[in-house]
């Protein structure tokens, strides 16, 4: 698996931001004080710090597919002073636990790298006990809508598909959880979705900004010059829209996010 965002400072500025309340809503209500929760693809850790909080004196554990990532989430439980979480390192498509081991699994924009998202979804599945709950989320960005239509923004999300599955992954994910559930064997399953929305001058400033420096300066950077799917200049000119896009009084940016409840 070849994660296509990576984890530069600039990929960070935006997951940071992240929390149960603007992306898990969905499962909030799952996150009961004694519940063991599995944190799969933690990330930066503010997502599996908030669980901590949330399930006290239950547990969380956090998995990570590098060390590198799994030192953000541990940095962050620190920062935090959490002591009923932890972070390891493994394997989201053969998950290092026993059948049944967790209440609750949370997968936050996982499914969409991962190169086999049923086989995943089956393993998330095995290690949540009968009567738990499996929760998935993921964008779709097929289905991403802006207004004004900058040309340079419909040629960066051509260009980031076209990365996403040339690592093996599918960025229109979100539409397509409900048939991977099925296909690993779900039966009891609630799809629903909801949005990310910017379109305040401090949300445009902030979204516009963290991209306009994403698409110069990160691990995507590298793999579009790399692969020779885009020049620097093209990369260039590519921010500009982004930030063209930012100062517009009328911009306005949603994403959808497709979002499962698996009752096993």
């Known amino acids: 698996m070849t994660y296509t965002h990576g984890h530069h400072r600039n990929v960070l500025r935006s997951h940071s931001n992240r929390t149960v309340e603007n992306s898990a809503g969905y499962l909030a ?15 930066p850790g ?6 901590a909080r949330m399930v006290d004196p239950g547990s969380v554990v956090a998995v990570e597919m590098t060390s590198e990532a799994a030192a953000l989430t541990r940095a962050e439980l620190d920062r935090q002073r959490l002591t009923n979480a932890r972070a390891v390192v493994g394997d989201a498509l053969a998950l290092d636990f026993g059948d049944g081991t967790f209440d609750v699994v949370h997968a936050h924009q996982v499914l969409q790298h991962v190169p086999d998202p049923v086989l ?3 393993e ?3 290690v949540c006990r009968p009567g738990g709950v499996v929760g998935v989320r993921d ?3 097929a289905s991403f809508a802006w207004y004004p239509r900058v040309p340079e923004l419909d040629e960066w999300l051509s260009l980031y598909r076209a990365a996403a599955r040339a690592n093996g992954g599918e960025p229109d994910a979100g539409r397509r959880l409900l048939a991977w559930a099925h296909a690993a064997g779900a039966a009891t399953v609630e799809a629903t979705s909801s949005t990310w929305c910017y ?8 979204w516009g900004g963290m991209w306009a420096d994403r698409i110069v300066e990160s691990d995507l950077a590298e793999q579009l010059v790399r692969e ?3 020049t620097r200049a093209d990369l260039d000119r590519i921010s500009e829209g982004w930030r063209q896009w930012a100062r517009d009084p009328d911009g306005w940016f949603s994403l959808l996010h497709g979002e499962l409840l698996i009752r096993v």
């Open 124 to 126: 998330m599945m095995r």
């Open 29 to 43: 209500a799952e996150f009961n004080s004694g519940a063991h929760v599995l944190d799969v693809g933690s990330g």
């Open 139 to 141: 964008s779709d960005y």
């Open 228 to 230: 020779q799917r885009a």
């Open 46 to 51: 503010t997502i599996t710090a908030d669980i």
């Open 199 to 206: 379109a305040t001058p401090e949300a445009r400033e902030w």
């Open 120 to 122: 995943a979804l089956h």
